[in-house]
């Protein structure tokens, strides 16, 4: 984003189409000249995914591989959290998407669009924020936002006051709009990034790590803003390490280990990657692990008044029957799933941060 001098510490956060572009381009299918202006209600429905990539891989110099072949299929309307350690690859990720890097081999769409070649057509549909939000300090939340909107050659500057206020409402700052930026809260400035994101109606708004450094109520804050976006039917790519975040406001995710996507789908097939186990609380755990041997379970584990092991596909009233006959005292019986920390990690080798 380029408006006038950039300030302190600005980096890159919105893309825009260059001027002479017109409108955004009409939904696949449709005649160009069917397009016309961009919508005031809300996003177009987009048929397909909203993101798609296909052997997307980045080599920096020096030879650090940072992405190595990954193939997104973002979901039109989905929340998608995009999920790995620190330094795994998810802002790179994300800066070739947005075209602020360029890929070292493989291809992707963003709302069906092939990029580059769609730059100038797709990105005035698209709002993001990378690497969290730098404004000018001195400046109101108004004041910074029609900077922003003055940097898209493509928004009709005689509507620039009622988006720039609709943007701050919809976002809850529009009682702040005339503060300087310096006495924002952390969650404020997190939310009028956003706001920059949201001066045209967007199809897709990707976020790059919103809630990092935010303590609970800015987390709070931006977690809401993100559902409320979302259900407007808005596609939300959102970055993060948080379990948390993952769980509360994503119907889809992707996770990344060194580079490489080793998981993608919804939340439920994640959970349902986890093997179910039998947990038997029992006075005798040695014996009790005996009878789930010799019944063919596997990975059988004991610990203080407790046995456990693989359930399998075996029924646990049969394997609590077998226990009982073998004059085992069963306490109690549970057939609990993995964790999703205990997935992630499994996926990712490192831990995760569980609280938001």
């Known amino acids: 984003m380029s408006a006038g001098p950039r300030a302190a510490g600005q980096r890159d956060e919105i893309s825009f189409g260059k001027a002479g572009d017109g409108p955004p381009s009409a939904e696949r299918g449709q005649p160009a000249s069917a397009a016309g202006p961009p919508s005031t209600t809300g996003p177009a429905s987009t048929a397909g995914p909203a993101i798609t990539t296909s052997g997307l891989t980045k ?26 350690p620190n330094g795994s690859g998810k802002t790179t990720t994300i800066r070739m998407l947005l075209g602020l890097v360029h ?7 963003l709302l069906g669009v092939p990029m580059p070649a769609g730059t100038n057509t797709v990105l005035s549909r698209v709002g993001s924020l990378v690497e969290g939000p730098a404004f000018y300090s001195q400046l109101s939340g108004r004041a910074n936002l029609a900077r922003c909107d003055a940097a898209d050659r493509t928004a009709d500057p005689r509507t620039a006051d009622a988006r720039i206020a609709s943007a701050l409402d919809r976002v809850g700052l529009l009682s702040a709009a005339r503060k300087h ?25 990707i976020l790059d790590e919103p809630t990092n450094g935010l303590d609970p109520q800015g987390t709070r804050e931006v977690r809401s803003l993100i559902r409320d976006i979302a259900t407007e039917g808005t596609t939300v790519f959102v970055s993060s390490h948080l379990l948390a975040e993952v769980e509360q406001i994503c119907s889809h995710v992707g996770v990344m280990r060194t580079g490489k996507l080793v998981f993608q789908g919804t939340l439920d097939e994640l959970r349902s990657r986890g093997a179910a186990r039998i947990l038997v609380r029992t ?42 006959h073998a004059d085992v005292p069963v306490a109690g019986l549970e057939t609990p799933r993995p964790s999703l920390e205990d997935l992630f990690v499994e996926l990712t080798g490192e831990g995760f941060h569980v609280d938001g």
């Open 59 to 84: 080599r920096f110099r020096g030879g650090q591989l940072a992405v190595n072949g990954i193939g997104l299929a973002v979901p039109h309307g989905s929340v998608y959290g995009f999920l790995g």
């Open 103 to 109: 890929p070292t081999s493989g291809s992707h769409q």
């Open 181 to 205: 930026y310096r006495a924002y809260s952390l969650g404020m400035k997190q939310r009028l990034a956003i706001a920059a994101g949201l001066l045209r109606p967007r199809e897709l708004l």
């Open 283 to 324: 006075a005798q755990p040695a014996q009790a692990a005996e009878v789930l041997a010799d019944y063919g379970l596997q990975d059988v584990r004991t610990a203080e008044n407790e046995a456990s092991a693989q359930l399998g596909g075996q029924l646990p009233e049969e394997i609590c029957s077998r226990l009982v």
